[in-house]
């Protein structure tokens, strides 16, 4: 491929999730002639842009890793009815992540890391208005309050270091009696006897469409698309992918935006890299009889609710596993307990379930530049339970790292040599 005058030059995008594609987009806006590659069409089930809760989480600054985890973890594991799950024969291979994940649990990591999180987060609203709009995908962006569930005040009061970290960020949400929730949502059950609610959210009604649209937005621009799996690359002054059955492509620069599968990628070029699936899932009520009036964070079961294109979707749950192993039937379960509990009223019959990865670092923060080392490639992964949320400013970021322009914030918390 060679350098058209008036152009950039050529660039190779490894992975169509939203941090490839929004990746894809910014540098082909940038004048890049781009050329994504993906196994799977964007909008597929596979990708964990596809099942994710939907929510734009501008107020998200607290880190996977929180210290109260010290304390709860080991009892959670052993509670079949807790969200976190871990299957044992795979703990060997988790090690190497968890001992660093650890290590982040410390409190004093809480200030840094809530810090450069709140720096990717805060704009996320503008972020992804900025990539869709004028496409089809903006349709999808809906507006309004966030509320999150709680049994009682005390439950929410006890978590101070969430709140004092947020109120850094000027972020504090307004407090909800049991009455004010009944007056926005007549349909709640009686577990919920506070709230807390963010105004000027966003979340989208079909995250899977979204990228879909996006996608198709961009190859009516003139963007490319490779449909292949990237099996090795090769850094250089003329960096180079290989495909599956052999064929190498080579470009002015590469971006690795694979999500969780971009570790082994990574491995190839000599970086020490960290980075887990983090699997989670998803309930589906098709045509419910009645919706929730705005996404909801329910506490007892660490999902989020979304009321979505004509379903209303329920998200969440951490599970340790291999990559690759089989659903497990138990988070399904839960979360429909927590529908249950949610809306007693609620009949629950047509359903879909789903299980997709979440890329997550051991400090909970993306990765984002070029490794020392491996020069032209760029990587852009690591989006953890926000990775949605900042998709498109990782986008962003990358297609200005590309062209040389040095995005206004710092950026060696998200550096790629860290581990
Ligand atoms: C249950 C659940 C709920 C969530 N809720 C939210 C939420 O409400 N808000 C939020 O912000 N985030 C949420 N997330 C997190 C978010 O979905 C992810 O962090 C984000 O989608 C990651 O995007 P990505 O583009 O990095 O990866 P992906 O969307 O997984 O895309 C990676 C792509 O790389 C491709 N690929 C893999 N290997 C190769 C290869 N060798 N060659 C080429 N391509 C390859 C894959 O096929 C895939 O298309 C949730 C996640 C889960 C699981």
Redesign the pocket.
């Known amino acids: 491929m060679a350098k058209d005058s008036g152009v950039q030059g050529n660039i190779i995008i490894?992975?169509?999730?939203?941090?490839?594609l929004a990746a894809a987009e910014w540098l082909r806006r940038d004048g890049w002639r781009t050329t994504l590659?993906?196994?799977?069409l964007?909008g597929?089930s596979?990708?964990?842009?596809?099942?994710?809760?939907?929510?734009?989480?501008r107020a998200s600054v607290m880190p996977v890793a929180s210290p109260s985890l010290v304390r709860k973890a080991p009892a959670m594991l052993l509670d079949p009815g807790s969200p976190l799950y871990l299957r044992w024969s795979y703990l060997p291979r988790l090690l190497p992540w968890l001992i660093p994940f650890y290590r982040n649990l410390s409190p004093d990591r809480i200030a840094p890391i809530s810090k450069a999180l709140s720096q990717i987060t805060f704009d996320t609203n503008e972020q992804h208005l900025a990539l869709a709009k004028g496409t089809p995908a903006e349709r999808h962006i809906c507006s309004g309050d966030f509320v999150t569930l709680f049994r009682n005040r005390e439950e929410y009061e006890s978590d101070t270091l969430s709140i004092e970290t947020r109120k850094r960020y000027g972020l504090v949400p307004s407090t909800l009696t049991r009455e004010e929730l009944l007056q926005r949502d007549p349909n709640l059950g009686p577990q919920y006897g506070f709230g807390t609610v963010f105004e000027d959210y966003k979340w989208l009604s079909s995250p899977g469409e979204y990228v879909s649209d996006l996608f198709e937005a961009y190859l009516g621009e003139g963007g490319s698309f490779r449909q292949?799996?990237?099996?090795d690359m090769t850094p250089g002054s003329r960096p180079s992918v290989t495909l599956e059955g052999g064929e190498v492509l080579s470009a002015d620069k590469i971006v690795l935006?694979?999500?969780?599968?971009s570790s082994p990628?990574a491995k190839k070029l000599g970086v020490k890299m960290r980075l887990v699936a983090e699997?989670?899932?998803?309930v589906v009520l098709k045509n419910p009889a009645f919706t929730a009036p705005q996404p909801y964070m329910v506490t007892d079961a660490k999902v989020?609710m979304?009321p979505m294109q004509d379903a209303l979707r329920i998200?969440?749950?951490v599970e340790f596993a291999s990559i690759d192993a089989t659903p497990a039937k138990a988070p399904v379960n839960l979360i429909s307990k927590a529908i249950a509990r949610v809306y007693p009223g609620l009949e629950i019959d047509e359903t879909e379930s789903w299980m997709?990865?979440?890329?997550t670092t051991p400090d909970s923060l993306p990765v984002l530049g070029e490794a020392s080392g491996a020069p032209n490639i760029l990587h852009a992964?690591g989006?953890?339970?926000?990775?949605?949320?900042?998709?498109p400013k990782l986008g962003r970021m990358v297609a200005a790292l590309a062209s040389g322009r040095k995005p206004n914030i710092d950026l060696s918390d998200y550096s790629v040599d860290r581990f």
């Open positions: 490894v992975g169509a999730g939203i941090t490839g590659i993906d196994p799977v964007p597929s596979e990708q964990a842009s596809f099942g994710n809760a939907g929510l734009l989480a292949g799996r990237v099996l935006t694979a999500g969780v599968w990628l699997r989670g899932y998803h989020v979304t998200a969440g749950v997709g990865r979440r890329p992964y989006g953890q339970h926000i990775g949605l949320t900042i998709g």
